[in-house]
């Protein structure tokens, strides 16, 4: 399986709701690699890793099926993946 790693932003009502909790759980049921954490602009930003497909749908439900958030739009982009991560962490 291909690999790939994403740089995202997460943008509308995604602090204070348990964003990154829920992200973190859904990145180790699904083996995705990475960290997540809050901007001070009031966003969430995250590096995902992990097979391309895995990715994709990470970045999908956390854009559309976050339980408490409300995101009204992500941007990101692609890098290379380096395989620098051993788990999913939740970064302060």
Not at 58 to 75: D, F, G, K, M
Request: charge should be negative; hydrophobic fraction near 35%.
């Amino acid at each position: 399986m291909a690999q790939a790693r994403a740089h995202v932003l997460f943008f509308g009502r995604v602090q204070g709701v348990f964003f990154r909790d829920n992200t973190c759980k859904k990145a180790e049921e699904t083996g995705v690699t990475g960290w997540v954490r809050n901007v001070p602009d009031g966003s969430v930003e995250a590096v995902f890793e992990g097979e391309e497909e895995s990715v994709k749908a990470l970045i999908e439900w956390c854009a559309t099926s976050q339980p408490n958030a409300r995101v009204e739009r992500h941007e990101g982009r692609w890098e290379r993946p380096t395989g620098e991560f051993a788990g999913f962490d939740i970064r302060r």
